[in-house]
């Protein structure tokens, strides 16, 4: 009875506070593109942002809803928070989340798996934005150099091919049917249209992606 | 308006990113802070819990590298500094990336990610899109979050078949917006107007097939020698590799070569 009430408190309180900062960072995301427009006096039109705004709305807050809803149970109350406010959940926050329970042998959603979890998430977090807070700061000097350098300047005409062959290969090699579809439908919309932008290509290709994936679930041929 | 690029990366731009990883910082350490003190509440050892924090922070470096390394994807276009912002703030490098092409395409046809963004108000557009496109979770979880953790959260640790195909659609939704990048290195291109480099074709499909290899190559000798350390670096050295093939076949191949798309060659 006790341990009850006291697990109600702690979590109740957990929320309580997510919550606030959920809010807090809420409000310091929007000053960031509020500052830079107010300093430079450089207000987009409200009619030219409207549509990617659309666009892109419709295509993360609907990826949002999905991850909420898979990830909270895996990383806790805390764990959510903190990793929905520090991104890069599926390649960072989850597994470190998961391996830090594992190592500990406590369970996600017990009070214990929330501690560890937290704890976990949280020391990711920091070392994540100090690492890129230090490498961005040695950075910076060198990519202006690059961008200038004749040699090396054609690189970043094909760095989109080359960044998502290289962040797909893992994706395409697990889940190698559903990609394969879904790159085809890509390519044979642009047959149609190739200078369709990636912003309007990219509804077909989750369309597809998603849809041939439960296709694939319901026929058994994903397990 | 600025006419130069400069403004991207000068102080106000790193005063408003220090500020943002302020916020983030402080939040992790209050989290953590209330943890330990109900960690040891519950009996859990000391030893436990820094164990864990320290564990967690090694974990997170080698990430941290391979994230840190994907800034310079957005700096082309944006400099440094707000790609940086976003990377610490729910960022994710694929959102970011689509948020802003879709900005760019529908303000200006001409302007990519290779394009160094010189108009103030075409930067402030990109940063509210980035902005409010990712920003939905933090509505959602004040919301939700609570009952999730109580009602769904059971739910899904009863039935494996329902978490099962919550994993297979949140891998599908991330093969679509990358499948949509790939087919336009296969066969898209920037502008109806002009050909330029970017678009579809030989080049394009030597760099993508070159990341696609050496990521598969890289992952697998991850997998089968139990590499662990190489493993969060398999990305960022595919990507570079990629890269550095582009600018080698530019140097040594014969212009007609180099600059053929599939439409003809840029000029």
């Known amino acids: ?223 | 308006m600025t006419e130069n690029g400069d403004f991207k990366t000068g102080g106000f731009m790193y005063a408003v990113a220090i500020g943002i990883i302020l916020v983030v910082v402080a939040e992790s350490v209050f989290f953590m802070v209330k943890s330990w003190r109900h960690g040891k509440k519950l009996g859990i050892s000391k030893e436990t819990m820094k164990n864990t924090i320290f564990s967690s922070a090694l974990f997170s470096v080698a990430p941290a590298i391979s994230i840190l390394t994907t800034v310079i994807v957005l700096a082309g276009a944006l400099g440094i500094v707000l790609p940086w912002i976003r990377l610490s703030v729910i960022g994710n490098l694929a959102y970011e990336t689509t948020a802003t092409k879709l900005t760019l395409e529908s303000l200006d046809s001409r302007l990519s990610l290779s394009t160094d963004i010189t108009d103030p108000k075409t930067f402030g557009a990109v940063a509210w899109v980035m902005t409010i496109g990712t920003s939905f979770a933090l509505v959602l979880l004040p919301l939700v979050c609570k009952t999730i953790q109580k009602k769904v959260g059971g739910a899904l640790q009863k039935n494996e078949k329902t978490s099962r195909l919550g994993d297979i659609i949140s891998a599908a939704a991330f093969i679509g917006i990358i499948a949509a990048f790939v087919a336009n290195a296969i066969n898209g291109r920037q502008t109806k107007e002009a050909l330029t480099i970017g678009d579809a074709g030989f080049m394009s499909i030597c760099t993508l097939v070159t990341a696609i290899v050496l990521s598969t190559v890289l992952e697998t000798l991850c997998e089968k020698k139990n590499l662990k350390k190489l493993e969060p670096f398999a990305m960022p050295i595919s990507m570079f590799g990629a890269m550095g093939v582009a600018v080698v076949l530019n140097l040594v191949l014969p212009e007609a070569v180099s600059t053929l798309t599939w439409w003809g060659n840029v000029a």
């Open chain 1, 1 to 223: 009875m006790k341990k009850t009430k006291r697990e109600k408190t702690y979590f109740d309180s957990v929320h309580l506070w997510g919550r606030l900062w959920s809010i807090g960072a809420l409000i310091a995301l929007l000053m960031v593109p509020t500052a830079i427009c107010a300093h430079f006096n450089a207000w987009p039109k409200l009619t030219e942002i409207m549509v990617p705004i659309g666009k892109v709305m419709l295509l993360n807050w609907t990826v949002a809803v999905v991850e909420v809803i898979a990830y909270t149970p895996m990383l806790g109350a805390g764990g959510t928070y903190l990793s929905f406010v520090t991104g890069n959940i599926v390649n960072l926050k989850l597994p470190c989340g998961l391996n830090a329970m594992a190592k500990a042998n406590v369970k996600a959603n017990t009070e214990e798996g929330e501690v560890i979890s937290t704890l976990a998430i949280g020391a990711s977090a920091i070392t994540t934005t100090l690492v890129i807070a230090a490498g961005v700061l040695l950075l910076g000097p060198a990519v202006s150099v690059l961008k200038n350098n004749p040699v090396a300047a054609p690189a970043f005409g094909y760095v989109l091919p080359a960044l998502f062959g290289a962040l797909g290969a893992g994706y395409f090699r697990k889940n190698i049917a559903v990609s394969l579809v879904t790159i085809a439908a890509g390519v044979i919309t642009l047959l149609f249209s190739p200078s369709l932008g990636v912003g309007t290509l990219i509804f077909v290709t989750i369309v597809v992606s998603i849809g041939s994936a439960l296709g694939m679930f319901k026929l058994g041929w994903i397990k």
